[in-house]
């Protein structure tokens, strides 16, 4: 598996643009390709795509963790390019589309070991992908708060990977049994993460590309 970031407040690599937003790409050998929320302006997240080679034509769904703007910027400018796009959306978006729109609010299966966490807090989802007793987890924001991410994603094994934007959270023990942790985007605690935990950090910004 591999998690390209493509929308970011910071850039890991040179050449590449940085925004307020989050986006990334989801590649799991002989699955869909995913792209994980949209950033803000559909231009930059675009221009990143295409210096970081993935095509709009690559993706087969894209998974929106919530409705703000930094997340679906990009949505409709995609949509225009892939017309066959399958959406997935939390149930709080009020998301018309001639494309194929899946409104979650209870978690489901998206496919084979993927899954949404279902809309929590009546405000996000997440997403949580599965390797044999492992899980990695992608949040958007966490406006749902990431205890309560981490509470559902246990319910599918040993959490692994946590990559994503964490807002505030600060409660550093939660993340004891988390393998690595690359807070992107809305994480206020970036450095109080890495300080305390520098063995799991994970650098995120755009361009940067976690294999698993």
Request: charged share 25%; proline share 2%; net charge neutral.
């Amino acid at each position: 598996m591999k998690i390209t970031i493509l929308y970011d407040n910071t850039v890991y690599k040179k050449g590449l643009e940085s925004d307020h937003g989050f986006s990334c790409f989801i590649e799991i050998k002989n699955k869909p390709k995913i792209l994980f929320d949209t950033g803000t302006k559909a231009n930059i997240l675009l221009n990143n795509m295409e210096k970081m080679k993935v095509s709009p034509d690559d993706i087969d769904i894209i998974f929106i963790s919530h409705y703000h703007n930094d997340h679906t910027g990009g949505l409709e400018k995609l949509l225009e390019i892939n017309k066959n796009i399958k959406i997935y959306i939390p149930i709080s978006f009020k998301f018309k589309s001639e494309h194929k729109v899946i409104a979650v609010d209870d978690a489901i299966e998206i496919f084979e070991d993927v899954y949404s966490t279902g809309e929590l807090k009546n405000i996000e989802q997440s997403l949580i992908i599965k390797k044999e007793n492992e899980v990695t987890i992608i949040s958007g924001c966490a406006h749902s708060k990431v205890e309560n991410i981490l509470t559902e994603a246990n319910k599918y094994g040993k959490i692994k990977y946590l990559i994503g934007g964490l807002h505030g959270f600060d409660k550093y023990e939660m993340l004891e049994n988390v393998e690595y942790v690359c807070g992107t985007h809305c994480t206020k605690k970036q450095v109080q993460i890495k300080n305390r935990y520098p063995d799991k950090w994970i650098q995120g910004g755009v361009g940067r590309v976690i294999n698993m």
